[in-house]
């Protein structure tokens, strides 16, 4: 009966992930990001992530934690207590301003952070599911000036693009040795980009609509070595591939209040997306039990892809990250000593070029996590964000942005008996 259990809330979740799965795809039809540098390939990749990590500068891989979902390295499931099954589920919002030589403008969106759910299998196994947005596209490009070719004249055009991809991805990690844990999963990366032109020359119309449809799976490895009690070493690596896409298309145009149209329809496989190669390495430190110092490093090979945009190229990624965590009694009797303080550092040099000059982006980060009731595993972690990109040069726009976090962390208890007075 126990393991029917189980099963029975495993079952259950799974079918909440698949609903969710056709909310997040009906929710490609929205904006769900406003920076212009979202405008390329399959949008702004998403660095945000689960929890406690989103308020320690994004870092995590080498983060030691048998009390929360950490989603960076597969290792870390095998940590999972016995009895502990664990949620999380979270939401962001983010206010940007962007700004040029000429203007300058600012939108606000909001958007699903993630759900996630980690479980113990058996002693030293551990295995989870999350879904979270991986890219976000939502940009709108108004007054583009163009030459026509052989002539001194321009017209105008407009351009948007909405949509993005999702990832679902299965973890699972195992613990080899007491301090040696391995850890492994797959991601099934799926959704769709819209992207339409129009504009208006003499006494013509011309509108163009396509969509791109992506589809893939991606696996990776990770790994954890507590070189201490108190301190540990994490890698990662994310294995390239080759995302599937497939393009529909259509065009009209007006000619003297005449619409014809051009193309209907039509589909195109040669929309598919090289990912990269990843790796990372990261470590953390536990000091007199209060203090938490958590560093990652990754690389991004995106020079291997081979792929070019109309504006620029792909380069090789490097991001640096650092947080902390402070807490001032984590038994503490009171409330106030066991709430979670938390900041960070990431920087990230990019992995576009354009005009041979990378597109690069610092955060700053702080959060709290705030315990719901007694235990330290059921939590609320809200985060802040203050971040830059890009800079005013050339074609190149500045951006500003603050990023809020909202993550319920729960944990739900197993086969525990009850206690009657």
């Known amino acids: 009966m ?18 969710l799965n056709f909310c997040a795809v009906r929710a490609q039809s929205e904006s769900l990001t406003s920076s212009p540098y979202s405008l390329y390939g399959l949008g702004a990749i998403n660095q945000s992530s689960i929890g406690r990590t989103n308020g320690m500068g994004f870092t995590g891989i080498g983060l030691k934690t048998s009390n929360q979902i950490n989603n960076l390295n597969p290792a870390n499931f095998a940590l999972i207590p016995k009895g502990s099954f664990f949620y999380d589920i979270g939401i962001k919002g983010e206010y940007n301003q962007y700004s040029n030589k000429a203007d300058s403008e600012t939108k606000t969106t909001i958007n699903f952070s993630n759900l996630a759910l980690a479980f113990r299998i058996a002693e030293g196994l551990g295995a989870g599911i999350s879904l979270v947005p991986y890219s976000e596209m939502g940009y ?82 990770g790994m954890h070595f507590d070189v201490s009690e108190n301190f540990t070493i994490g890698s990662t690596v994310q294995f390239p591939t080759s ?23 039509a ?3 040669s929309a598919n997306f090289n990912m990269p190669l990843e790796v990372g ?10 203090l938490t110092i958590s560093a990652d490093y990754k690389k991004n090979y995106w020079d291997a892809t ?101 993550n319920f962390s729960l944990e739900d208890l197993w086969f525990q008996k009850r206690k009657i007075n």
């Open 2 to 19: 126990p393991f029917m259990t189980k099963m029975n809330k495993v079952l259950l979740f799974s079918t909440f992930v698949l609903f």
């Open 140 to 221: 709108s490009l108004i007054g583009i000036k163009t030459n026509i070719e052989g002539t001194d004249e321009t017209f105008e055009s407009n351009v948007n693009g909405i949509g993005g991809l999702s990832e679902l991805k299965f973890n699972i990690g195992y613990s080899v040795l007491p301090n040696f844990r391995l850890g492994a999963n797959a991601s099934v990366l799926f959704g769709n980009i819209e992207e339409n032109e129009s504009f208006i020359l003499n006494q013509s119309t011309f509108y163009s609509e396509e969509t791109t449809n992506y589809s893939g799976i991606r696996f990776g490895l």
């Open 243 to 265: 995302l599937k896409g497939n393009i529909k298309r259509s065009i009209t145009k007006s000619l003297d209040g005449t619409e014809i149209t051009v193309e209907d329809g």
């Open 267 to 269: 589909s195109d496989t």
């Open 281 to 290: 390495l990261g470590l953390s430190a536990n000091l007199f039990e209060t």
């Open 306 to 406: 081979g792929q070019t945009e109309s504006l620029g190229s792909y380069a090789d990624q490097d991001i640096y990250g650092i947080g902390l965590e402070y807490i001032k009694d984590p038994r503490g009797y009171k409330y106030a000593d066991r709430i979670r303080y938390r900041t960070g550092f990431n920087y990230d040099n990019g992995y576009l070029s354009i005009n041979k000059k990378k597109v690069d982006g610092y955060n700053f980060t702080a959060g709290i996590g705030i315990p719901i009731g007694h235990s330290q595993k059921s939590m609320m972690n809200l985060s802040y964000s203050y971040g830059s990109k890009g800079q005013i040069q050339n074609i190149l726009i500045k951006e500003n942005f603050h990023l809020l976090t909202l």
